[in-house]
Structures are given as C-alpha cells and as structure tokens.
T-cell receptor, first 114, second 112 residues
Framework: DAGVIQSPRHEVTEMGQEVTLRCKPI?????LFWYRQTMMRGLELLIY????????DSGMPEDRFSAKMPNASFSTLKIQPSEPRDSAVYFC????????????FGPGTRLTVT | GDSVTQMEGPVTLSEEAFLTINCTYT??????LFWYVQYPGEGLQLLLK?????DKGSNKGFEATYRKETTSFHLEKGSVQVSDSAVYFC???????????FGSGTKLNVKP
C-alpha cells in the first residue's frame, strides 16, 4: 500500500487567503485524524472521522477551520481566512477500528502563512 | 481524563550509550500503549506497541514493557546509534476507542 498521502507537501500563502489541505487515507481504514504540530503547542488533534462521519471536532481552533470527508478515500482540511498563527505542519493519519490498532501518519503539509 | 507524561528533552547521548525515555500514563480500564518516532521532516512512524499488561513491545533494538502497577511504558535501547537521533512520542489509546493521547515528545541527539 502507498500509505497515507497528503498534498501539498508545502504551502506558502498570504494572510487572508483560503488554504485547502488534502489527505488520502490507507484503503480499508475506518478512522481518519487531522493533527497540527507546532514547536509551541506540540502535536494537537484537530478532528477525527469514523466511516466518513465527524466524531469529535473539539480540537478545531476556530470557525475558520473546517474539515470534510466526502468519501472513504478523501478528506480535506480548509482554513478560511488563513492567519500567520496557522503556520504549522498538518498531519493526516488513518487507522483500522478496534483495540490496539496503530495510527498511520502521512508525511505532513508544512503551511506557512505570511 | 486520559493522558501521557514523558520526560522532557532534549536528551543527548554518545554513540553506544544506553537509552531510557520515561513515559507514564493515566487511563481508565486497559489502554493500548505505543511509541512513535519522528525523523526530521517526516511524519510519525510506529516504533513499537503493547496492548495488555506485562506485554513487551520491541523493534530495531528498542524495547518497552507495559507496567500496569506503575502505569509506565519506558522506552529503552542498549546501544544507541547516530541514526536514532529523532523525536520520540509515547501515546495511549483507551480501551475500545481509537482516539490517541500523545505525550509532548522527547528529542534524542546521539553524538558520534
């Protein structure tokens, strides 16, 4: 399997612009997670889905952030409008359902908002 | 609530030294425990895991034992290499629940 695929790998945008990050989970996985990693705050869970349905979005920082999973093989994380403090590495991860199954992480998208 | 606490870094060792990174957890029931490693510019990769008390996870010379009596899952390696330089994350997954709780990460620097 190709693993979790994220695009783009790097994104540089100006403050106020819309940013869309994309993720393709591993085929057959039931869960999909979006994380954000910064030096100051470490690794934060933003939102996760089970069978394409959002289960917990309590980690989404503000209404500027939204995530969708229209089908089992694709998810997006959108920031509109973007701000410099959104600069971070965003990871997508997927896993099978059940006790003891690990999460598989994608390579991440490094977002820089100027 | 569920949480993981791991020792702060950075940890700096010479090649071939013994490594211990401490990890303790708080959880109800019987969580699964994991160690992930993150190399510069990459995503997190599973290093090892243990799903029940007294289980020992091992991989690439690293080991960790699930100790329920001390709520710990310390990572050890007998002889580190420069290539082990990375950030290591301890994590738990509560019983029957796929959400993970990650520690803050410990950066390991290994000098030649």
């Amino acid at each position: 399997d190709a693993g979790v695929i994220q695009s783009p790998r790097h994104e540089v945008t100006e403050m106020g612009q819309e940013v869309t990050l994309r993720c393709k989970p591993i085929s057959g996985h039931d869960y999909l997670f979006w994380y954000r990693q910064t030096m100051m705050r470490g690794l934060e869970l933003l939102i996760y889905f089970n069978n394409n349905v959002p289960i917990d979005d309590s980690g989404m920082p503000e209404d500027r952030f939204s995530a969708k999973m229209p089908n089992a093989s694709f998810s997006t994380l959108k920031i509109q409008p973007s701000e410099p403090r959104d600069s971070a590495v965003y990871f997508c991860a997927s896993s099978l359902a059940g006790q003891g199954y690990e999460q598989y992480f994608g390579p991440g998208t490094r977002l820089t908002v100027t | 609530g569920d949480s993981v606490t791991q020792m702060e870094g950075p940890v700096t060792l010479s090649e071939e030294a013994f490594l211990t990174i401490n990890c303790t957890y708080t959880a109800t029931g019987y969580p699964s425990l994991f160690w992930y490693v993150q190399y510069p510019g990459e995503g997190l990769q599973l290093l090892l895991k243990a799903t029940k008390a007294d289980d020992k996870g091992s991989n690439k010379g690293f080991e960790a034992t699930y100790r329920k009596e001390t709520t710990s899952f310390h990572l050890e390696k007998g002889s580190v290499q420069v290539s082990d330089s990375a950030v290591y994350f301890c994590a738990l997954s509560p019983y029957n629940f796929n959400k993970f709780y990650f520690g803050s990460g410990t950066k390991l620097n290994v000098k030649p």
